[in-house]
C-alpha cells in the first residue's frame, strides 16, 4: 500500500503569504504613485510596510477605531488637496487609501479576496491614465501575482511558486474566454453618463487661441496627433496641411476662432482627390483633423463655413473615419459681406509701424495680388530665423517681431502676416494644424505629431477665393519641405525621436509604433463599428445585439466544454502498465484462458502457462513482469517499454 | 440488513431504468437517495459532487459588473480586456473547483473504542484517484460547524487520511454522520461539495465511574463461599507488591528486613478471581449507574491483572483475563439492552 500523506494543517496565513499578497497589491499600486500628492504615496508605502511587520511579527491588527480616525483623515486629505472626493484623481486616491485601510483588518480569508478585488479595480483605474502596450503588462504582471496569492490562501500548504503556476494557467486558460468575450460582447460607444470633468485633463493638442507660444510648447511634444493611411502614396510632405482651427478674431495678442458658422463651406475641387484614413487620439477638443481641403465630413461631424470639421462630441477615445480631399482646389464659401469684414477687422492703437507698412503696399501696388507678392517677398528677404525659443515680445508683438528680433516661430510667422494682410486692407484668417507627417516603412501608416503642430494664412483673393499662404513656408522653405527638424538651429532642444541621424533610434522606433499602431487599431480602436466589420469580415453583416450576445454565449459554452473535456477526462487515463496488461488478457481470452475476477496475475499466469504450453516461458515472464511493475517498488522507464513490447510481440 | 436490496434487484433494475426517463423521478431520487450509509469505497462521480458560487464569488461578480460598466462608460479598451480576462479566471475556476473533488474516493478508516462523554476519532481515507493534485479538501461532520473542518491535501496519485471528531454522548454503537466534502480551491470564488456517509461505526464504553474496588464477593450458584485476596488455600509463594494488593497479604516480615515489600502469593481459584454481577449491585442504582461501575470494576480488574467474569441479565462472560477479557466486557457492557424492562429500577 502507497504511504499515507495526511496533511493538516491549522488554518494560518502564515507570512509567505501575506508577504506575496502585500507585494502583489504593491504592484497595483504602485503606477498610481506619481500621479498622487506625497502624503498619499507616503502614508500608502507605510501602511503597507505596517502590514509587513504585522504579519512578520505576529502582532494583533491595529484596533477599529484607530482605522476609522485614519479613514477619517484620509477622505479628509484627499477633499482638502482636490478640493472633491469624486472624480478621477481624488477617487482613485481614496480607492488606493481604502485598500490600505482593508490590509489592516485583514482577518479571514474573505478579507483577502476583498483586498484582491480592490487590486484588481486598482489596476483597471490605470487604464484611465494609459492603456499602452507596456501598462497592458504592467497589469497582466499585477494579476498573475494577485490572483496567485489569493491561490495562496486558498492552498496555505503549497509553495508559492506552485500557487504561481496555478493562477498562470488559469489566466491562459482563460485567455480564450477573454478573446471571444472581448470581440463579441456587443458594443456600445460611451458614456453611459456623465464623466468626472478631470477624466480627460492632461492630454495635449492644439487649442481653441493661439497666442505666441502656443505652438511652440507643443513642438517638444513627441506624442502622436493622429495617424494616417493613405490609399495609394501619401502626397509629398509640403502639400501635407493638416487643417485643424480657424482663427478669424484678433485683439493684439491672441487669435480666437469666433463663433462659427454651421453651414456647410463650399468649394470647387480640382484635379483628383485623395482618400485616406485617419486615427486620431483624444485631445478633447471638437475638431476632427483633414487634408486641405477634405470634400466632406465624416459621421457624426460637421463641416462648416470656414472648412473646418467638428465632431458633435468632444474627441476623448481614440477616434477613426475615412476621409476624401482636393489637394488643389477654389474655396470660394464663406465669404459672405460679414465675413469679409470680420476678415479685416484688426484691433486699434497695436503695431503702427507694421501698419504703416501695409499702408505703404497699399498705396504703391495696385492690386491685391501685387500686395500679396511683395509681403511673401517681404518675409523670404527679411532674414527671420525659425526658432523654438524666440525672444519675448511686450505690447507691439508684431512691430516687434518683424522689426527688431526677426526670430520666431511659426504662430508669429502666420499672425504677423495676417496683420499685414488686414493692415493692407485684404481679408485674412489664421488656420493652425499640422504640417508634414512622417511615413513608418514598418506599416505605411503616416504619423503626425504633435510637434508637426503648424500655424498658416489664408486671404481672400476674390476670384481665387481663400487662397493658402504659409508665411514661414516663404521665411524657412526648409521647415515645409523637411520638417521641423532641419529648419531649427542646430542645438536647439527637440524631441528626441525628431531629431536627426539615430537611425537605428529610428527604426527601432518605427517598430515599436507600428506595434502600437496595431495595438491601437485592434484592441484600444474596437468600438461598435471595427466590431460589425470584423463581424461582416466572418460573414455576418449587420449583426444585432442580440445575434451578438447569441454567438458569445454559444462560443464561451463551446470553448468552455472543451475545456472541461480536457481539464476532466484526462483524470480517466490508464495507468500504461495496466492498460498494457489489459492488452495481454484479452488475447489470452480470446484463446479461451479468461482470467478470473479474484484471480491475481501470477496464479493467472500460471493457469494460462499450463494451458498455453508452447507459450509457456512468454506468459510466465509477462505476468511476473507486471505483478511487479504494479506492485513492487518504482521501475526505470526502461523496464515499462520492455513490458510493453513483450505484450505487444505476444502472439498466443 | 445492507445485503437485502441485492437479493430483490431482479426486478427493480429494469423499472429503475425506465423510472430513469423521468425527471421527477431522478430529482426525488437525488432528493431522497443516499442517506443509508454507503459500505465499500465512495466515488464522487459529477451526479454527486455540487457547486455553487460562495459569497466572495458573488462579490467577485459583482466587481466585475461594475467594472464592466466603468469600462463602457469610459470607453476603456483595456478595461473590457482586464474584465473579460478576469470573468474567463472566474468560469474556468468552477472547472478547477469542480476538478478538485470530482471523482475523489472515500472510504471508512478505523475508528477506536471511547468511553461515552469522549470524543470518538474517524478516521476517513480519502484516495485521489488523479493525476493532478487535489488541494484544501475540508471534511465536517453534519453537526459540526464548518469553521471546524478539516483541511487536508491529496497529491496525485496517493491517499490521506483525515480524523473526523465526534462527541459520544451514549454507549452503544456511535454511526458516523453523514459528512461534507468541500473545496473552494483554487480562489475561493465557487464552493464544490458532496455528502458521503461512509459505513462506519464506533463503539462506545459506558462511562466508568470513580468506584473501588468491590469487595470479594462469593458466588452463590457455586456455593463457594471462599473470598478473594483472603483466600486459606496453600501458600505457594511471594511477587513484589503491586498497589493493588490487599495489604493483608503482603509479606510485613520480609518487609521489615528492609527488602522490597512482596507480596504473598496463594493458590486456589478464589485468589486471583473476580465476578462482577449486574444483579448483585445496590437497589440504587439504575441501569447505567450500574453498567457504569461494571465498566469501572472491568478496568480495574484488568489493572491488577486478576481474573475476571461477568454476569449480566441473560449474558455471562466467562473467566478471562488481560485486554481481550477487557475489551470484550466493555463491549458487552455498552451494547447491553435489558431483556426486561423490569429488571431495572
Not at chain 1, 493638416?242 to 493684439?252: A, E, I, L, Q
Not at chain 1, 515645409?480 to 539615430?502: K, N
Request: with cysteine.
Amino acid at each position: 500500500m502507497k504511504p499515507m500523506d495526511a496533511i493538516l494543517h491549522p488554518d494560518a496565513h502564515p507570512f509567505r503569504h501575506m508577504a506575496w499578497l502585500l507585494a502583489g497589491l504593491a504592484l497595483a499600486t504602485a503606477p498610481h504613485a506619481s500621479r498622487f500628492s506625497w502624503w498619499i504615496t507616503a502614508g500608502t508605502v507605510l501602511v503597507f510596510i505596517w502590514r509587513l511587520y504585522i504579519a512578520w511579527r505576529d502582532r494583533p491588527l491595529p484596533p477599529r477605531w484607530l482605522l476609522f480616525t485614519l479613514a477619517g483623515l484620509a477622505t479628509a486629505g484627499v477633499w482638502l488637496t482636490f478640493r472633491t472626493i469624486f472624480g478621477r484623481d481624488a477617487g482613485v486616491s481614496l480607492l488606493v487609501m481604502l485598500l490600505a485601510m482593508k490590509l489592516m483588518e485583514m482577518r479571514s480569508t474573505r478579507d483577502v479576496s476583498v483586498a484582491v478585488y480592490l487590486a484588481y479595480f486598482l489596476a483597471i483605474t490605470n487604464f484611465f491614465y494609459s492603456q499602452t502596450i507596456p501598462t497592458a503588462a504592467l497589469m497582466l504582471a499585477t494579476v498573475l501575482l494577485v490572483t496567485g496569492s489569493l491561490v495562496g490562501f486558498n492552498a496555505p500548504m503549497r509553495a508559492v511558486k506552485d500557487n504561481l503556476r496555478t493562477a498562470g494557467s488559469l489566466l491562459l486558460q482563460a485567455a480564450p474566454l477573454m478573446l471571444l468575450l472581448f470581440f463579441l460582447f456587443p458594443r456600445v460607444q460611451g458614456p453611459l453618463w456623465g464623466v468626472p470633468q478631470d477624466a480627460f485633463s492632461g492630454v495635449t493638442g492644439l487649442s481653441d487661441s493661439m497666442s505666441p507660444g502656443t505652438l511652440s510648447q507643443l513642438s517638444t511634444s513627441d506624442s502622436i496627433a493622429f495617424r494616417v493611411k493613405f490609399e495609394g502614396s501619401p502626397p509629398p510632405r509640403g502639400r501635407m496641411y493638416w487643417r485643424g482651427p480657424v482663427f478669424w478674431n484678433y485683439d493684439g495678442r491672441t487669435w480666437r476662432a469666433g463663433v462659427p458658422r454651421l453651414q456647410e463651406g463650399s468649394f470647387e475641387g480640382l484635379g483628383n482627390t485623395t482618400d485616406y484614413e485617419i486615427t486620431v487620439e483624444p485631445h478633447n477638443r471638437f475638431w476632427l483633423f483633414a487634408l486641405d481641403l477634405p470634400a466632406r465630413a465624416p459621421r457624426n461631424a460637421r463641416f462648416t463655413g470656414d472648412y473646418q470639421m467638428l465632431s458633435n462630441t468632444a474627441v476623448r477615445t481614440r477616434l477613426r473615419y475615412d476621409m476624401r480631399s482636393y489637394l488643389s482646389y477654389r474655396a470660394n464659401g464663406g465669404a459672405e459681406e460679414a465675413d469679409l469684414r470680420a476678415a479685416l477687422t484688426l484691433p486699434r492703437d497695436f503695431n503702427p509701424r507694421a501698419r504703416a507698412l501695409a499702408q505703404e503696399w497699399r498705396n504703391t501696388l495696385k492690386s491685391d495680388d501685387a500686395v500679396l507678392r511683395e509681403a511673401i517677398e517681404f518675409f523670404r528677404n527679411g532674414r527671420y530665423l525659425y526658432t523654438l525659443e524666440p525672444p519675448l515680445l511686450e505690447q507691439h508683438m508684431v512691430d516687434e517681431f518683424l522689426f527688431d528680433t526677426k526670430q520666431g516661430f511659426c504662430e508669429h510667422f502666420a499672425s504677423s502676416f495676417a496683420f499685414l494682410m488686414r493692415a493692407a486692407g485684404i481679408p485674412a484668417r489664421v488656420v493652425t494644424g499640422y504640417q508634414g507627417g512622417e511615413l513608418n516603412p514598418v506599416d505605411g501608416y503616416v504619423v503626425v505629431r504633435q510637434a508637426d503642430a503648424h500655424a498658416w494664412t489664408e486671404v481672400w483673393m476674390g476670384e481665387r477665393g481663400w487662397v493658402r499662404v504659409d508665411p514661414t513656408a516663404a521665411a524657412s522653405p526648409v521647415r515645409v519641405e523637411s520638417g521641423i527638424a532641419a529648419a531649427v538651429p542646430q542645438g536647439t532642444v527637440l524631441p528626441l525621436m525628431m531629431r536627426q541621424r539615430l537611425d537605428w533610434v529610428r527604426s527601432l522606433r518605427d517598430n515599436w509604433e507600428a506595434l502600437s499602431n496595431q495595438w491601437n487599431q485592434w484592441v484600444l480602436g474596437y468600438n461598435p463599428e471595427r466590431q460589425r466589420e470584423m463581424l461582416s469580415r466572418l460573414g455576418f453583416s449587420d449583426a444585432d445585439w442580440r445575434q451578438l450576445a447569441q454567438m458569445m454565449f454559444w462560443s464561451v459554452a463551446a470553448a468552455l466544454s472543451v475545456m472541461a473535456m480536457w481539464l476532466l477526462l484526462r483524470l480517466k487515463r490508464q495507468d500504461p502498465v495496466q492498460k498494457a496488461w489489459l492488452v495481454f488478457c484479452r488475447k489470452l481470452a480470446r484463446k479461451g484462458v479468461e482470467r478470473g475476477p479474484a484471480e491475481g496475475p501470477l496464479d493467472y499466469g500460471a493457469r494460462a502457462s499450463a494451458a498455453l504450453p508452447e507459450q509457456s516461458q512468454t506468459v510466465r515472464e509477462i505476468s511476473a513482469d507486471y505483478a511487479d511493475l504494479r506492485y513492487g517498488p518504482p521501475a526505470p522507464a526502461q523496464q515499462l517499454r520492455t513490458f510493453q513490447r513483450k505484450v505487444a510481440d505476444f502472439r498466443p | 440488513m445492507n445485503t437485502q436490496p441485492t437479493q430483490a434487484a431482479g426486478w427493480r433494475k429494469p423499472l429503475r431504468r425506465l423510472l430513469g426517463f423521468s425527471r421527477l423521478y431522478n430529482f426525488l431520487d437525488w432528493i431522497f437517495s443516499r442517506h443509508r450509509p454507503e459500505p465499500g469505497t465512495i466515488l464522487l462521480t459529477q451526479r454527486r459532487v455540487y457547486v455553487l458560487p460562495t459569497r466572495q464569488g458573488l462579490i467577485f461578480c459583482l466587481a466585475l459588473m461594475v467594472m464592466l460598466i466603468g469600462s463602457i462608460n469610459y470607453n476603456l479598451s483595456l478595461g473590457y480586456v482586464l474584465t473579460f480576462l478576469l470573468a474567463g479566471v472566474g468560469i474556468v475556476s468552477i472547472l478547477h473547483t469542480f476538478r478538485n473533488l470530482f471523482r475523489t474516493r472515500v472510504r471508512a478508516g478505523r475508528v477506536e473504542p471511547v468511553f461515552a462523554g469522549d470524543t470518538a476519532q474517524f478516521r476517513i481515507i480519502l484516495e485521489s484517484g488523479a493525476e493532478h493534485d487535489r488541494h484544501s479538501l475540508r471534511l465536517f461532520g453534519r453537526s459540526s460547524h464548518a469553521d471546524d473542518a478539516q483541511n487536508c491535501d491529496l497529491p496525485a496519485g496517493r491517499s490521506a487520511e483525515v480524523t473526523l471528531p465526534m462527541p459520544a454522548a451514549q454507549r452503544g454503537w456511535l454511526p458516523l454522520e453523514r459528512i461534507t466534502i468541500e473545496t473552494r480551491y483554487p480562489l475561493g470564488l465557487t464552493r464544490a461539495w458532496s455528502y458521503v456517509q461512509p459505513d462506519m461505526r464506533a463503539l462506545v464504553y459506558p462511562r466508568p465511574d470513580d468506584s473501588l474496588l468491590p469487595p470479594p464477593q462469593a458466588r452463590p450458584d457455586m456455593g463457594d463461599t471462599l473470598s478473594v485476596g483472603s483466600g486459606t488455600d496453600d501458600y505457594y509463594g511471594m511477587r513484589p507488591y503491586q498497589p493493588s494488593d490487599s495489604p493483608r497479604h503482603v509479606a510485613w516480615k520480609a518487609t521489615a528486613r528492609g527488602q522490597d515489600p512482596l507480596t504473598k502469593l496463594f493458590s486456589g481459584r478464589a485468589a486471583s478471581e473476580l465476578w462482577f454481577d449486574y444483579e448483585q449491585l445496590p437497589a440504587r442504582l439504575d441501569r447505567e449507574a450500574r453498567l457504569s461501575r461494571l465498566a469501572r470494576w472491568v478496568l480495574l480488574a484488568e489493572r491488577s491483572g486478576v481474573k475476571f467474569g461477568m454476569r449480566l441479565p441473560g449474558l455471562e462472560v466467562p473467566l478471562g483475563e488481560g485486554e481481550i477479557q477487557r475489551e470484550r466486557c466493555l463491549k458487552e457492557l455498552a451494547l447491553f439492552q435489558a431483556v426486561d424492562a423490569g429488571d431495572a429500577p
